[in-house]
Each structure stands twice: as C-alpha cells, then as structure tokens.
C-alpha cells in the first residue's frame, strides 16, 4: 500500500467521524456514548471508500454507498428505526456537502484553489486542502450545536422498540419523508455534479441544489420538533 492511500484512508476515517458527529449533534444524539460503534462504523466507511474510489475506480457512487452503510450502521449498531437513521444521516450529509460547497467557493476565490484538479479527484495539495478544511469546518459546526445546545430533539433516544413501526407518509412525518427524498436525491447526484465542476456553471448550480436541499430538510425538522 503507497502512503497516498494511507493518507487517503486515515483522512476518510477522519471525514466519515465528522458526518456523524454532525449529524448526532443536529439531533441532540449522544456521540461519544456510541463511541465503539462510531469508531467501527467510520474505519467500514473509509475501506469502502477506499475501495470505491481506488480499487474498483466508480467515485460517482460512493456517497451513495456511503449513505446506505451509514444508515444499515445506525439501524444495526446503535438501534435506531429505518426512518430515524435515513433522516439523521440524510441531514448531517446535507450539512456536510452545504459546508464543503462553501469551503470550494471560499478557496476558490482566495486563489487556493485549483478548482479543475480539485474536481477531478485527483490526489495533490487542492484536494487535501479542501478535503481537510471541509472536515475542521464540520467538526467546529458540530460543536456549535452541542455548546449551544442546538438541535432537534424529537427523535427518542435508542435503542428504539422495532416492533414499533414509524409511520412514514402518514401523520406528522408525511411532509418530513417528501424533503428526506429530495435530500437523497441530490446527494445521489452529488458526485455527478462534483465530477462536472470544471464547467464553471455547474458550481452555482450544485451550489443551490445543497442549499436548497439542506433548508428544506432542516426547516422540516424544524417544524416536526415543534409540533412534538
């Protein structure tokens, strides 16, 4: 193994423990009490991606293969219900790519950043900047929410009862289920967008889209926590 792909897999480690620790914090989880699961759940997390963008060379779908493993790890490890773990998941990725968005734009007009070779994937200083800076950013996010105490908190702490189903598009989660599929769906077409990057166009573009996305689901939540 080179020591780029060393690199590549601690610094994924790094990135899959700032997605969850977003995403627990925008849901008032406790994060260092699953810290077992958290740990095993983003060493999973980095090999696979590793082996996705590396090995078998299919970086287009990796966020999405990412977000099924984050969720199947939130459902088995930690017990919290199918809808529960798409929701947490969904929104913390949501946040993290808004970031990360943010972050490019920043980089790129300070000049540094080479946004071509960024967008490409291709391992070199542009790309570990940005990749580095994206997980800082999200780690200080998180803790805003914990020290503020920020968050939602309609989500019951787990491990949840299976045999109590979670009505999905009925009740009170209907509209929060309809937003959930819209994140899904740009997150989906996230790395299409990242991939296409050196079109200058598309980058207002993804830039919307995940602003977009990420207020629609918050503000849902939002909503869903007040009326709880």
Not at 1 to 28: E, N
Not at 81 to 103: D, K, P, W
Not at 202 to 223: D, E, K, M, N
Request: hydrophobic share 60%; aromatic share 18%; proline share 3%.
């Amino acid at each position: 193994m080179k020591l780029g792909d060393l690199v590549f897999i601690v610094l994924s480690i790094f990135d899959a423990l700032s997605v969850l620790a977003i995403s627990f914090k925008l849901f008032r989880m406790p994060f260092l009490e699953y810290k077992k699961q958290i740990i095993i759940t983003s060493i999973v997390i980095a090999i696979i991606s590793f082996l996705n963008r590396v090995i078998f060379d299919i970086p287009q779908f990796d966020l999405a293969i990412q977000l099924i493993i984050y969720i199947v790890a939130l459902r088995i490890l930690i017990k919290i219900r199918t809808f529960e773990s798409t929701l947490i998941i969904v929104t913390g990725l949501l946040v993290y790519l808004s970031i990360q968005y943010f972050i490019y734009f920043i980089l790129m007009v300070t000049g540094l950043l080479d946004y071509a070779a960024a967008a490409s994937g291709i391992e070199g200083f542009e790309t570990y900047v940005l990749w580095i800076g994206t997980i800082l950013a999200v780690y200080f996010t998180a803790w805003l929410f914990f020290y503020m105490n920020l968050g939602f908190a309609f989500i019951v702490r787990p491990p949840h009862y299976f045999a109590v189903k979670s009505p999905i598009f009925s009740g009170k989660n209907r509209v929060l289920a309809l937003g959930l599929v819209g994140g899904i769906v740009f997150i989906c077409i996230n790395a299409i967008l990242l991939f296409h990057m050196t079109y200058l166009w598309i980058y207002p573009l993804a830039l919307v889209f995940s602003l977009v996305s990420t207020g629609g689901v918050y503000y849902l939540s939002h909503r869903r926590n007040l009326n709880d």
